[in-house]
C-alpha cells in the first residue's frame, strides 16, 4: 500500500517556528488579558484550533520530573532507545584515542535500563574498543539479539541490536525489500508471567548533511541550485518512509502481545510516519515528556526524530531525553512502562 506523504517543508515550517508561535501566543493571550480587550479571543481561538500539532511538538507533564524518581519503584520495565552512529568508527567521526567511542559503549553498556534498542549498531569481536556484543550483552549478563545487515572486509557487523535483562523467548527481522541499515526487528520478551514484543527500527534517512540546507538558504542562487535537488531527494526520502512504516504496523497489527516501538523515524511528529504510529500507539514523549524535547543532536534545532510507542494495554510511568550525552548525532531517550492487568 502506498500513501502519499507530506512534504518535508510544511512540516519543517512548523516544526522550526511552532515553539516561537507558541510564545507569541502566550505573549498576546497575556497583553491583552491584562488589558481585559476583547481581542484575547483570537489567541484562544488559534491555540484551540492548533492544538494537534501543538500536542505532537511540546509536551506539558509538569509531574514528568516526580514520575522519572518514583517509576522504578512501580514495577515498571525502563527501555532505552539509541542510535549509536556506529560508535563513531568512522575516521571522520574519530577523536583522540578514540575517547567518544569508548565512553559511549561504556556508557550504555552500564546504563541502568533493561531493554536497549540501538539503531545504526556496529560489532567487531576482534577489536578491544568495538566488541561491543560482549562490552553491552555477555559481560551485562543481559540476552542479545543482533540484526546484521551487512558485514564489512574485516568481519564488522552493522545493523540494529536489542539487548534485554529479560528471556528472548522469540526474534524476528523486518526487511523493507532488500535487508539494509534501514529495517525493523522485534523480540518477544517474558516480563514475569506476560510476553510482550519489542520493536526496534531504523527508517530512511535523508541521505542529506545538515550544512546543505544550511547552504541553500545563504542567498537566492544557491536556493535555486540546491533548492530543487534537495526537494527531490526528501520526496525520495519520505515515500520509502510512508512504505516502510506501512510494512511495519502491518506486522505489528499481527502481533498477539502488547508492544512496544522504539526507532529512529528520520521523520518529524507531523508526518505521515509519525501519524501511523501515533493513532494507535501512545507515543511516550506525549505522556510523560516534557518541553519540545528534540532528539537530533545537530545545529537544525526542535527536531524531534527518535521516539518510544507502546500499546494502550501498558501505562508509560515517565520519559527521559538525556541530551547530557553527546556522542552522537542522536540524543538517547528512556521510558519506563508498567503492563496494565486487566
Known amino acids: 500500500m502506498h500513501v502519499p506523504p507530506t ?34 479571543v483570537l489567541p484562544i481561538l488559534v491555540t484551540f484550533l492548533a492544538w494537534g500539532y501543538y500536542e505532537r511538538g511540546v509536551a506539558f507533564n509538569s509531574d514528568a520530573a516526580e514520575e522519572a524518581i518514583n517509576a522504578r519503584d512501580q514495577n ?21 584515542d578514540l575517547s567518544s567511542s569508548k565512553n ?44 546484521t545487515s551487512l558485514v564489512n572486509a574485516i568481519g564488522a557487523e552493522f545493523g540494529l541490536a536489542i539487548f534485554s535483562k529479560y528471556p528472548i523467548v522469540n526474534r524476528g527481522v523486518i526487511s523493507f525489500g532488500k535487508l539494509t541499515q534501514n529495517h525493523a526487528m522485534f523480540a518477544d520478551v517474558i516480563l514475569d508471567t506476560d510476553t510482550v514484543r519489542v520493536y526496534n ?35 525520495k526520502g519520505f515515500v520509502k518512509r510512508s512504505d516502510q512504516v506501512n510494512i511495519l504496523m502491518d506486522h505489528v497489527e499481527q502481533c498477539p502481545y502488547p508492544v512496544i516501538l522504539c526507532g529512529d523515524l528520520n521523520d518529524l511528529p507531523y508526518s505521515y510516519t509519525y501519524q501511523q504510529l501515533n493513532k494507535q500507539y501512545l507515543n511516550a514523549f506525549t505522556e510523560r515528556g516534557w518541553g519540545i524535547g528534540a532528539t537530533y543532536n545537530g545545529k537544525l534545532p526542535f527536531v524531534r526524530i527518535d521516539n518510544q510507542f507502546c500499546s494502550k494495554k501498558f501505562e508509560v510511568l515517565n520519559f527521559n531525553l538525556i ?10 531517550i528512556m521510558a519506563t512502562y508498567r503492563l496494565v492487568k486487566p
Open 201 to 235: 527500527f531504523h527508517f530512511q534517512s535523508m541521505s542529506i548533511e545538515e550544512k546543505e540546507i544550511v547552504q541553500s538558504y545563504k542567498n537566492q542562487d544557491n536556493f535555486k541550485k540546491q533548492g530543487r535537488n534537495l526537494m527531490l531527494r526528501f520526496k
Open 104 to 147: 559511549m559503549i561504556r556508557w550504555i553498556a552500564q546504563n541502568p535500563a533493561d531493554i536497549f534498542c540501538l539503531q545504526e549498531f556496529y560489532n567487531d569481536k576482534k577489536s578491544p574498543v568495538y566488541n561491543s556484543v560482549s562490552k553491552i550483552g555477555r559481560q551485562q549478563n543481559k540476552y542479545t539479539f543482533l540484526s
Open 7 to 40: 512534504t518535508f517543508w510544511p512540516a519543517a515550517f512548523i516544526v522550526l517556528t511552532l515553539p516561537v508561535a507558541l510564545a507569541f501566543n502566550l505573549l498576546f493571550l497575556s497583553v491583552w488579558l491584562l488589558r481585559l480587550s476583547p481581542k484575547v
Open 76 to 96: 515498571g520495565v525502563q527501555v532505552l532507545s539509541y542510535n549509536v552512529r556506529i560508535f563513531n568508527t568512522y575516521a571522520h567521526l574519530q577523536d583522540n
Open 323 to 332: 541530551d547530557s550525552i553527546a556522542y552522537s548525532d542522536h540524543f538517547p
